[in-house]
Each structure stands twice: as structure tokens, then as C-alpha cells.
């Protein structure tokens, strides 16, 4: 409390208001392999569209069914976390080389007509692929005048480095004679063709142009030439070009045609700008989903101050990108100017091309910029390993990196998810390494199944007995949940029947639970346990199927196809054995509901007095809660003890409250049973 010395009137503020927040217990987290997106990293995803940006759509040739469970439960839920796992060196990202080159130019020099002779032009742009890009050759009228003048005129008339221009006009740095008419289009398919006249009938030649070649040295003075441009790296992965790579790896980035004949995966595409600049746009399946102006040229457009050259502070969602020498990252300098030669970009003994034919040295290159063209990505690989124990380990993960790999990143505080899956895997490590997870953190259920063509009822439950060779150890855990039998699916993206993990749509109907109802309610049944999407049950069960899957010690939820109902989940046991109130999923999560509660209320009294003042508040706190939670059926009673009974003189030495929240959680009614009775005409019923 402050202190008051003085008279006056003093005023202070202590906040009393603390309750209990509310919790989201739907958020699943999802574990497995996909074609593209982030790796070993815990992404949320809200909605189909954002899961098929980022990590592609499903296929059937990926280990699991990762893709395809995050598809159903984003029809339930908006909120799911999808951990992409990847083998140690199995990823590898798509690439491709975008060319490097120069485009044609021609000197025009003053000593060949002198600056107080008129200079007239006539020219012609052709693309690297021939095309000539005017109807007819532009005729350009340069007065004669001082160097300055002249100068300034041919700027005027020829065009400079506006990105519309298809030539340009330019000048070496402080100089302003002996400049140079370049064309837009870079590559030794590119061409200029200029002539010089010195009246404006274009009737009568000047000597007055130079052809430069790729050392960037001008030849002799000649009335009219077509100048070639040139091509670094023309024989292939040697020498300069812009190494474009996905950010993460994946067949998912790999270009090509689907099989209905649209275009599928990512490609990089250049489009000649006038002057240094050009336009980098990256496809996404065969559109453009983004676009830099960039350059070789350090004027604010340099490409590696444009887009990320790694997979931090990303500019492009799709790509990374560095220049790159016989495909080695190198560390470039920016080129001063458009007319400055390639050399000074910190590269040697670059092999390039003058009009097809095969130059030794590149370095001397001027006019530099990037080759227009489609550059399709490809050789990248998902990073799924080809061994399964490999396989396994990725999901699994590692929890001592940093950051924790495959599944062990489920164990963040940051990221509440309640229920989680390893979709499409019955792998035996896998399930036993998520169960374990679930149980040391108690944050989350995991929901598994038997391999699709286990066999019959009996086999499912030797399966789940550890009596399998698939499986030889039982599953025993309040926190994991097991469905049977695999359901089939229709696949929108493939367009075929599927099998699909029935683990998926147990999980599936109890994110549906939570929506129509609360997450304390049985996830099964004909009101909240019918699946609407399934068309087939991989083994129809009966009666008596049933009845050996959910008793004597057998914990599997059957997946039933009744004839009239529909394909419906008739069963809602977790996979403990002990007979228990957590032998249920309701209850077990109302339990992970309740420590997240508990903990999420009462954090802010960490360090506050050990004292009834604050037992009493924890109690204040807590009580609300637990009654809101009665009056919505999810307990029948409760009592919240925190006083000098649970807070003993030994517990409070070692800085240790104890407060003890006792519930009755409400069962669900799984077995109706109605005694009939017949009486005698006669009996008295009370009526």
C-alpha cells in the first residue's frame, strides 16, 4: 500500500476482476508429409485454400494422409496446426538457372561525324526468339550542336532507361560523346540493326557507328551494322546466372502439366523491361502471383536487395534467390552502371556467345541484365525418406534440436492444441512416440487406427492387444483413442475412391462435438457421430463385432455402417484398459480442458503472498468457472479446497499452494436399458 504524508486526496487502483478465460479445446494439430511449405515448423493454417497455398494439395504417392485429414477437419474448424516433417537429407528444393546476358548495342561515334554534323538513326529491335518489335525501323533526327547538346538530343529522341523504351540511348559515367543505342532484349538471339545518315532524306551515309562486342570494345567506324547480343553460361550450369529456388523443398514446386492439362508448380519468368531493368515474375500453376522490378545495377533494384536470399524476412512467399557461379552462391557486387562490364560484378573467365558463336571470356561484357524467358522449377524433392524406419524418425522428430523436429514441436506452450494425428501412419513407433507425447505433456488426445486390410474384428483387437506383427506391444492410454475399420472416400483432387484413416473422422466428428454441442459430450452416435462423407466401411461390423471391439478389455471404437443410419461412430472409449471415468473421451477431455483452465486462470498469482487472501482468491476464481461448466453439463458437482488443510506449514516452507479441485464429470448414456414389465389386469398401477 503507498504511503500519504501530507494532507489531500489520494486515489489508487486494485484490479479484483480476474476470471477464468476461455479456451479453444478444438484446435488439432496435424503431423506428416506434403509436396511443398514450410519444414519442422508448427504452421497455423485457417482455411483449405491457405493449406494448398502452402503446402500443396494432397497426393497419393505421399507417405500418410497428412494433407487429406487437414482438408476434412478445415470443414469443421478454422483453426489447424500443421507440422510438415522431412527426412535429415532427403528434402532437396526446386531450382532453376535464369540466364544472364547482354543486350546488343552500338556505339555511335562523334569523331565519325562530328557534333556540328545533323546525325539521323534508323533502327530495329529484335527479342532473343527474332521478333522484330517495330512495324517498320524507327527513324530518330538528332540536330547538330555541342557535345552536351548532341548529347542531350540523341537522349531526347533515342529514349533512355525508361522501362517502356525498346532502346535506349546510353553514356558512359561523366561523359557525353561516344555513347551508346542498346537494345532492350538481352541473349545472343537478340538483335540491333542501325544504320546513320547525315540527311533527312536517310539518303546519304555517315560513318559515324561502332559494333561492340563482348569484351565491351567498340570495332571500326561503319555507316550501318547489326550488333548481336550475348549469353553467359550458353553451354549449361557453368558460368553466371540467378539461382532461383523454392523456399522449402517439394515436388509441389517442380513445373509440369496435370493430368487434365493445366499447368502445375511454380516457374520464374522474365519479362525485358527497357534499359537495366526487367520484370521477375514468379507463376504459381501457371499464373502470376508475383512481380519484381529488378536489375543487375545498384541503383535500389539490385535482385538481391529486391527478393529474399533465404527463407527469413521473406519478399516472395515462393522463392529465394542468389547469383550464382557453375551453381555456388557467390557474393556479388552490384554493377556501378548499365554500361559498367560484367567483371566488376566480381566474376572471371565467364564463358559466354556473340550471335551463336562461342566467346572465351565474358568478363568484359557490357549492357548486362537477365535473359527474358520462362524458367520452370524442378528437382525438388518432399524430403520423405525411402526407408520406413527413416520415414518414422522424421515424424517423430527430435526433441533436444532446436527448433524440436517432426512431432516433438507439439510440445510449445505457445501452440494449445488438444487433439492431434499422424494420419495415413500405423507404424508402431510413430503411434507409440505421439501417445507418449500426449501422455507427458496432458495437453492433447491422440487419436490412431489399425493398418487399412488388418482383417476381421478379432484381428483389429489382436492388433491393438500388441498380438499383430504390425503391432507388438498394446496400446494402454487414457490419452490416445483408437477407430476401425477405414472408411472410403470420393477424392475431389484425383477424382477416385480412397481409403481413409477412420482416424480422421474420430477426430473429425469430435471437433464437430465441440461445435454443436461441447467438448464434454460423447463424440459418437446418430446426433454428433454420423459421418456424411464416407461411402463404404472397409469391413462391415455386426452386433457381436461390436460388442468384442468396446468390452472386455478391448478398447476400439467401431466405425459402423448401419443399413439405415448411415456410416456412424458407435463408440467413444479412450484406450485405457483400468476401468475409470477417463476410460472415455468425454471425460478425458474435459480433463485436458480443466488443467488448461486451472492453469491459464491462476497463473497470474505465481509470486503473490502464500496466504488466505489469495487461497480465497484462487477459490474465486475457480468457482465461476466450474459452475459455468456444471450448468453446461460437463459435471455433475465440484468442490475447490485451498486452505490450510491442502497449504500445510511444510507445503508453504517450500514456497509450495496446493489447492485440490475435486469434480464429478457426467458420464454418457451408452447403454439404454428399459425393464418392461406385464401385470395382470387386475394389478394396481398407481395410474
Not at 504511503?3 to 478465460?21: A, I, K, Q, R
Not at 506428416?32 to 508448427?42: L, V
Not at 494432397?58 to 474448424?77: C, F, K, M, N, R
Request: proline content about 4%; hydrophobic content about 40%.
Amino acid at each position: 500500500m503507498p504511503s500519504f504524508l501530507s494532507p489531500g486526496v489520494y486515489s489508487f487502483e486494485t484490479d479484483n476482476s480476474n476470471y477464468s478465460p476461455t479456451l479453444n479445446g478444438s484446435i488439432v494439430g496435424i503431423v506428416g508429409f506434403a509436396k511443398k511449405g514450410p519444414t519442422n515448423e508448427i504452421t497455423l493454417i485457417t482455411s483449405a485454400e491457405n493449406l494448398i497455398l502452402n503446402f500443396g494439395e494432397p497426393d497419393e504417392a505421399i507417405y500418410g494422409q497428412g494433407i487429406e485429414a487437414a482438408l476434412e477437419l478445415l470443414e469443421v474448424t478454422n483453426q489447424i496446426y500443421f507440422i510438415r516433417a522431412v527426412g535429415e537429407t532427403a528434402a532437396v528444393d526446386a531450382s532453376a538457372i535464369v540466364k544472364v546476358g547482354g543486350c546488343p548495342a552500338m556505339q555511335f561515334d562523334a569523331s565519325g561525324f562530328g557534333v556540328t554534323t545533323d546525325l539521323y538513326l534508323k533502327v530495329q529491335v529484335y527479342d532473343n526468339a527474332g521478333v522484330s518489335q517495330f512495324a517498320s525501323p524507327r527513324s530518330y533526327a538528332c540536330p547538330s550542336g555541342t557535345a552536351d547538346t548532341q548529347a542531350q538530343a540523341i537522349r531526347s529522341v533515342v529514349g533512355g532507361a525508361l522501362d517502356s523504351d525498346q532502346v535506349g540511348v546510353f553514356y558512359p559515367d561523366g561523359t557525353t560523346t561516344n555513347g551508346y543505342i542498346v537494345g532492350t532484349y538481352a541473349g545472343s538471339g537478340a538483335t540491333l540493326d542501325v544504320s546513320a545518315f547525315s540527311d533527312s532524306g536517310y539518303s546519304s551515309d555517315l560513318s559515324a557507328l561502332k559494333l561492340v562486342d563482348i569484351t565491351g570494345a567498340a570495332g571500326s567506324l561503319i555507316t550501318a551494322g547489326v550488333a548481336s547480343g550475348t549469353e553467359v553460361n550458353s553451354t549449361g550450369a557453368s558460368g553466371l546466372g540467378y539461382l532461383s529456388e523454392s523456399i522449402y523443398p517439394g515436388t509441389g514446386y517442380n513445373a509440369g502439366i496435370k493430368s487434365d492439362g493445366s499447368t502445375k508448380g511454380n516457374s520464374v519468368e522474365v519479362v525485358a523491361l527497357g534499359g537495366q531493368n526487367v520484370l521477375l515474375q514468379v507463376n504459381d500453376n501457371g499464373f502470376v502471383t508475383e512481380s519484381f522490378k529488378v536489375s543487375l545495377v545498384g541503383s535500389g533494384i539490385f535482385v538481391e536487395d529486391v527478393i529474399n536470399t533465404g527463407a527469413t524476412n521473406l519478399v516472395s512467399q515462393i522463392i529465394k534467390g542468389n547469383l550464382a557461379k557453375n551453381l555456388s552462391d557467390i557474393s556479388a557486387t552490384k554493377l556501378l552502371g548499365f554500361t559498367t562490364t560484367l567483371g566488376s560484378i566480381g566474376t572471371t573467365s565467364l564463358l559466354g556467345s556473340l550471335g551463336g558463336a562461342a566467346v572465351a571470356d565474358a568478363d568484359g561484357l557490357r549492357f548486362v541484365k537477365f535473359i527474358e524467358g520462362t524458367y520452370n522449377l524442378a528437382a525438388g524433392t518432399d524430403g520423405v525418406p525411402a526407408l520406413q524406419a527413416d520415414k518414422a524418425a522424421a515424424l517423430i522428430g527430435n526433441a533436444a534440436s532446436e527448433p524440436k523436429t517432426g512431432m516433438q514441436a507439439l510440445d510449445d506452450p505457445v501452440v494449445d492444441v488438444s487433439l492431434v494425428v499422424v494420419p495415413g501412419v500405423t507404424d508402431q513407433s510413430v503411434q507409440n512416440a505421439l501417445i507418449t507425447l500426449s501422455e507427458a505433456t496432458q495437453d492433447f488426445l491422440a487419436v490412431v487406427a489399425p493398418p487399412y486390410g488388418v482383417g476381421n474384428a478379432q484381428d483389429a483387437i489382436d492388433w491393438s492387444n500388441g498380438q499383430k506383427t504390425s503391432r507388438t506391444a498394446s496400446i494402454t492410454s487414457s490419452y490416445a483413442a483408437i477407430f476401425w475399420p477405414w472408411v472410403k472416400v470420393f477424392s475431389t483432387f484425383d477424382g477416385v475412391d480412397r481409403w481413409y484413416d477412420p482416424s480422421i473422422y474420430g477426430l473429425r466428428q469430435m471437433v464437430y462435438t465441440d461445435s454443436v454441442a461441447e467438448q464434454w459430450f460423447a463424440p459418437a452416435g446418430f446426433r454428433r457421430g454420423r459421418l456424411t462423407k464416407p461411402t463404404a466401411t472397409e469391413v462391415r461390423l455386426n452386433l457381436g463385432d461390436r460388442d468384442a471391439l468396446y468390452s472386455g478389455g478391448n478398447v476400439i471404437n467401431p466405425v459402423v455402417n448401419f443399413i439405415q443410419n448411415g456410416i456412424t461412430i458407435f463408440g467413444q472409449r479412450t484406450a485405457q484398459r483400468l476401468p475409470s471415468a477417463t476410460d472415455r473421451i468425454n471425460v478425458r477431455r474435459l480433463m485436458i480442458h480443466l488443467q488448461k483452465l486451472v492453469k491459464a486462470s491462476t497463473l497470474a498469482y505465481v509470486f503473490e503472498p502464500n496466504d488466505p487472501i489469495l487461497w480465497g482468491q484462487i477459490q474465486d476464481v475457480l468457482n465461476p468457472a466450474l459452475q459455468d461448466i456444471k450448468m453446461r453439463r460437463g459435471i455433475r458437482e465440484f468442490r475447490v479446497v485451498c486452505d490450510e488443510t491442502t497449504n500445510t506449514p511444510v507445503r508453504q516452507d517450500r514456497n509450495e499452494l496446493w489447492c485440490r479441485v475435486e469434480v464429478k464429470p457426467t458420464k454418457a448414456a451408452e447403454m439404454l436399458v428399459f425393464e418392461l414389465n406385464l401385470t395382470a389386469q387386475g394389478a394396481d398401477l398407481g395410474a
